[in-house]
Protein backbone atom coordinates (compact mmCIF):
# COMPACT_ATOMS: atom_id res chain seq x y z
CA UNK A 1 0.00 0.00 0.00
CA UNK A 2 1.22 3.66 -0.49
CA UNK A 3 2.94 5.26 2.44
CA UNK A 4 1.42 8.26 3.74
CA UNK A 5 4.04 10.96 5.36
CA UNK A 6 2.90 13.99 7.02
CA UNK A 7 3.27 16.75 4.30
CA UNK A 8 6.07 19.62 6.38
CA UNK A 9 4.57 23.03 6.59
CA UNK A 10 7.52 24.97 4.75
CA UNK A 11 9.05 28.27 4.89
CA UNK A 12 11.35 30.15 2.40
CA UNK A 13 13.26 33.12 3.52
CA UNK A 14 15.68 35.44 2.33
CA UNK A 15 19.11 35.37 3.86
CA UNK A 16 19.29 38.01 5.92
CA UNK A 17 15.91 38.55 6.99
CA UNK A 18 13.86 36.89 10.30
CA UNK A 19 12.14 33.95 10.38
CA UNK A 20 9.50 33.10 12.66
CA UNK A 21 8.22 29.22 12.92
CA UNK A 22 5.19 28.38 14.79
CA UNK A 23 4.03 25.35 16.82
CA UNK A 24 0.57 23.91 18.28
CA UNK A 25 0.86 21.65 21.27
CA UNK A 26 -1.60 19.40 22.43
CA UNK A 27 -1.45 19.11 26.17
CA UNK A 28 -2.33 21.34 28.91
CA UNK A 29 -0.18 19.91 31.39
CA UNK A 30 2.95 20.15 29.52
CA UNK A 31 4.92 22.88 31.13
CA UNK A 32 8.35 22.62 29.35
CA UNK A 33 8.92 23.21 25.64
CA UNK A 34 12.02 22.84 23.38
CA UNK A 35 12.32 23.55 19.91
CA UNK A 36 15.09 21.14 17.99
CA UNK A 37 16.71 21.83 14.80
CA UNK A 38 17.39 18.83 12.27
CA UNK A 39 19.38 18.76 9.46
CA UNK A 40 19.20 16.37 6.51
CA UNK A 41 20.85 12.64 7.53
CA UNK A 42 21.82 14.06 11.54
CA UNK A 43 19.77 13.85 14.96
CA UNK A 44 17.84 16.72 16.57
CA UNK A 45 20.06 19.37 17.57
CA UNK A 46 18.69 21.62 20.80
CA UNK A 47 18.52 25.03 19.66
CA UNK A 48 16.89 26.59 23.02
CA UNK A 49 14.13 25.45 25.82
CA UNK A 50 11.07 27.81 27.78
CA UNK A 51 8.94 26.81 30.85
CA UNK A 52 6.19 27.78 31.56
CA UNK A 53 6.58 29.90 33.84
CA UNK A 54 8.09 32.48 31.14
CA UNK A 55 6.17 33.65 27.98
CA UNK A 56 9.47 34.83 25.61
CA UNK A 57 13.26 33.89 26.45
CA UNK A 58 15.73 34.89 24.06
CA UNK A 59 19.85 33.26 22.83
CA UNK A 60 21.86 34.01 20.16
CA UNK A 61 19.82 35.12 17.25
CA UNK A 62 16.71 32.88 18.34
CA UNK A 63 13.74 34.17 20.44
CA UNK A 64 11.16 31.47 21.78
CA UNK A 65 8.10 32.60 22.86
CA UNK A 66 5.11 30.69 24.51
CA UNK A 67 1.49 31.21 24.50
CA UNK A 68 -0.04 28.73 27.31
CA UNK A 69 -3.72 30.02 26.45
CA UNK A 70 -3.79 29.37 23.41
CA UNK A 71 -0.97 26.55 23.20
CA UNK A 72 1.23 28.17 20.78
CA UNK A 73 4.73 28.39 20.51
CA UNK A 74 6.81 29.98 18.07
CA UNK A 75 10.93 30.09 17.83
CA UNK A 76 11.62 33.62 15.97
CA UNK A 77 15.68 33.45 14.22
CA UNK A 78 17.03 37.17 13.54
CA UNK A 79 18.99 37.80 10.53
CA UNK A 80 18.65 34.34 8.63
CA UNK A 81 21.87 32.37 7.55
CA UNK A 82 22.19 29.51 5.30
CA UNK A 83 23.20 27.28 7.25
CA UNK A 84 19.86 27.94 9.35
CA UNK A 85 18.18 25.78 6.70
CA UNK A 86 16.82 22.76 7.93
CA UNK A 87 13.81 21.13 9.47
CA UNK A 88 12.54 22.81 12.79
CA UNK A 89 10.84 20.67 15.34
CA UNK A 90 8.97 21.84 18.94
CA UNK A 91 8.94 19.56 21.68
CA UNK A 92 6.90 19.73 24.80
CA UNK A 93 7.22 17.86 28.21
CA UNK A 94 6.26 17.87 31.70
CA UNK A 95 9.46 19.81 33.94
CA UNK A 96 10.18 16.91 36.17
CA UNK A 97 9.50 13.88 33.18
CA UNK A 98 11.76 12.69 30.61
CA UNK A 99 9.08 11.81 28.04
CA UNK A 100 8.77 14.42 25.28
CA UNK A 101 6.38 14.83 22.05
CA UNK A 102 7.63 15.66 19.02
CA UNK A 103 5.71 18.20 16.49
CA UNK A 104 5.46 17.48 12.97
CA UNK A 105 8.17 19.86 12.13
CA UNK A 106 8.47 23.01 9.86
CA UNK A 107 11.23 22.94 7.16
CA UNK A 108 13.06 26.05 6.31
CA UNK A 109 14.78 27.21 3.25
CA UNK A 110 17.16 30.14 3.51
CA UNK A 111 17.75 31.52 0.17
CA UNK A 112 21.19 33.62 -0.54
CA UNK B 1 33.20 18.37 21.84
CA UNK B 2 31.73 15.41 22.71
CA UNK B 3 29.16 14.14 21.05
CA UNK B 4 26.83 10.56 21.18
CA UNK B 5 28.11 8.01 18.95
CA UNK B 6 25.41 5.49 17.30
CA UNK B 7 26.23 2.44 15.52
CA UNK B 8 25.91 0.87 12.71
CA UNK B 9 24.98 3.96 10.92
CA UNK B 10 22.62 1.55 8.58
CA UNK B 11 21.45 -1.84 9.75
CA UNK B 12 19.55 -4.27 7.22
CA UNK B 13 17.71 -7.27 8.83
CA UNK B 14 14.73 -9.78 8.00
CA UNK B 15 11.77 -9.63 8.99
CA UNK B 16 11.37 -11.78 12.41
CA UNK B 17 15.53 -11.27 13.20
CA UNK B 18 16.40 -9.96 16.67
CA UNK B 19 18.42 -6.73 16.12
CA UNK B 20 20.97 -4.49 18.34
CA UNK B 21 21.47 -0.88 17.98
CA UNK B 22 24.03 0.81 19.74
CA UNK B 23 24.64 4.05 21.20
CA UNK B 24 27.66 5.66 23.49
CA UNK B 25 26.12 8.67 25.10
CA UNK B 26 28.55 11.30 26.52
CA UNK B 27 30.74 10.16 28.81
CA UNK B 28 29.46 12.32 32.47
CA UNK B 29 25.84 12.07 31.73
CA UNK B 30 23.24 10.17 33.74
CA UNK B 31 20.01 9.75 31.25
CA UNK B 32 19.81 7.94 27.93
CA UNK B 33 17.26 7.68 25.61
CA UNK B 34 16.30 6.28 22.71
CA UNK B 35 13.83 7.78 19.97
CA UNK B 36 12.76 6.77 16.69
CA UNK B 37 11.67 8.70 13.20
CA UNK B 38 9.78 6.78 10.56
CA UNK B 39 10.24 8.24 7.19
CA UNK B 40 8.31 11.47 6.88
CA UNK B 41 7.03 11.50 10.25
CA UNK B 42 7.60 12.95 13.85
CA UNK B 43 10.42 11.75 16.00
CA UNK B 44 8.27 9.42 18.49
CA UNK B 45 9.98 8.96 22.02
CA UNK B 46 10.64 5.44 23.14
CA UNK B 47 12.02 5.18 26.25
CA UNK B 48 14.03 7.13 29.04
CA UNK B 49 16.43 4.99 31.37
CA UNK B 50 18.24 6.18 34.42
CA UNK B 51 20.24 4.81 37.11
CA UNK B 52 20.15 1.28 35.57
CA UNK B 53 16.64 1.24 34.89
CA UNK B 54 13.56 2.41 32.87
CA UNK B 55 12.40 5.89 33.95
CA UNK B 56 9.45 6.43 31.20
CA UNK B 57 8.26 4.34 28.18
CA UNK B 58 5.90 5.08 25.86
CA UNK B 59 3.17 3.16 24.10
CA UNK B 60 5.41 2.18 20.86
CA UNK B 61 7.93 0.34 23.69
CA UNK B 62 5.97 -3.01 24.02
CA UNK B 63 7.49 -6.16 25.11
CA UNK B 64 9.66 -6.62 21.99
CA UNK B 65 11.89 -3.40 22.53
CA UNK B 66 14.44 -3.49 25.40
CA UNK B 67 17.17 -1.64 26.57
CA UNK B 68 20.27 -2.01 28.33
CA UNK B 69 23.95 -0.27 29.52
CA UNK B 70 25.87 -3.52 29.50
CA UNK B 71 28.78 -1.22 30.48
CA UNK B 72 30.11 1.73 32.11
CA UNK B 73 30.16 3.47 28.01
CA UNK B 74 27.34 1.99 25.72
CA UNK B 75 23.94 1.69 25.89
CA UNK B 76 21.79 -0.53 23.69
CA UNK B 77 18.18 -0.67 21.86
CA UNK B 78 17.04 -4.79 21.47
CA UNK B 79 14.23 -5.84 19.36
CA UNK B 80 13.42 -9.26 19.27
CA UNK B 81 11.62 -10.16 16.26
CA UNK B 82 11.86 -6.99 13.96
CA UNK B 83 8.82 -6.20 11.87
CA UNK B 84 8.57 -4.31 8.86
CA UNK B 85 7.09 -1.60 10.79
CA UNK B 86 10.03 -1.18 12.73
CA UNK B 87 11.86 0.37 9.69
CA UNK B 88 13.05 3.82 10.92
CA UNK B 89 15.49 6.00 12.20
CA UNK B 90 16.11 5.24 15.52
CA UNK B 91 18.56 8.19 17.60
CA UNK B 92 20.05 8.01 20.85
CA UNK B 93 20.39 10.84 23.04
CA UNK B 94 21.57 11.56 26.57
CA UNK B 95 21.50 14.36 29.22
CA UNK B 96 23.28 15.20 31.87
CA UNK B 97 19.92 15.72 34.44
CA UNK B 98 16.23 14.38 33.88
CA UNK B 99 13.07 16.63 33.02
CA UNK B 100 14.10 19.78 31.52
CA UNK B 101 17.71 19.20 30.94
CA UNK B 102 19.50 19.47 27.64
CA UNK B 103 19.43 16.31 25.26
CA UNK B 104 21.90 15.94 23.22
CA UNK B 105 21.53 13.23 20.48
CA UNK B 106 23.16 10.94 18.13
CA UNK B 107 23.54 10.80 14.77
CA UNK B 108 21.21 7.82 14.25
CA UNK B 109 21.18 4.07 12.88
CA UNK B 110 18.96 3.83 9.63
CA UNK B 111 16.87 0.23 10.17
CA UNK B 112 15.21 -1.38 7.33
CA UNK B 113 13.39 -4.39 7.91
CA UNK B 114 12.77 -6.63 4.92
Known amino acids: GESVGLHLPTLSVQEGDNSIINCAYS??????FIWYKQESGKGPQFIID?????DKRQGQRVTVLLNKTVKHLSLQIAATQPGDSAVYFC???????????FGTGTSLTVIP | EPEVTQTPSHQVTQMGQEVILHCVPISNHLYFYWYRQILGQKVEFLVS????????KSEIFDDQFSVERPDGSNFTLKIRSTKLEDSAMYFC????????????FGPGTRLTVL
Open chain 2, 49 to 56: FYNNEISE
Open chain 1, 91 to 101: AEGANTGNQFY
Open chain 1, 50 to 54: IRSNM
Open chain 1, 27 to 32: NSASDY
Open chain 2, 93 to 104: ASSISGGAGEQF
